[in-house]
Nanobody, 121 residues
Framework: QVQLVESGGGSVQAGGSLRLSCIASRATTRLNCMGWFRQTPGKEREAVAGIYVTIGSTYYADSVKGRFTISQDNGKNTVYLEMNSLKPEDTAMYYC??????????????WGQGTQVTVSS
């Protein structure tokens, strides 16, 4: 069992920045993938970014490339999502997630409770 706790969400104006944090209850080096997903009411959940912990390989949704950066601090069992140049369409509930295998949503085993990000124009 892995518990994930997100923090760092909030309300910002377009063009602003936020940094989300996700603390895992066990060593992130024991996990294979940690990722961030987001969802708005009435829409499907979307993969935003992910990191393969042991090799450091990352991926990003096209909609956030160049603006968001995922990183890890294995010493703190924490994954971050640095979000810059935020747009109103980034408004969503952001969820931290982890998997023993791939970062694909179907392989995600554990989810956090979510942290709300609201971007106003």
């Amino acid at each position: 069992q892995v518990q994930l706790v997100e923090s760092g969400g909030g309300s910002v104006q377009a063009g602003g920045s936020l940094r989300l944090s996700c603390i895992a209850s066990r060593a992130t080096t024991r996990l294979n993938c940690m990722g961030w997903f987001r969802q708005t009411p009435g829409k499907e959940r979307e993969a935003v970014a992910g990191i393969y912990v042991t090799i450091g390989s990352t991926y990003y949704a096209d909609s956030v490339k160049g603006r968001f950066t995922i990183s890890q601090d294995n010493g703190k069992n924490t994954v971050y999502l640095e979000m810059n140049s935020l747009k109103p369409e980034d408004t969503a509930m952001y969820y931290c997630a982890t998997s023993w295998t791939t970062c694909r949503e179907g392989d995600i085993k554990y989810w956090g409770q979510g942290t709300q990000v609201t971007v106003s124009s």
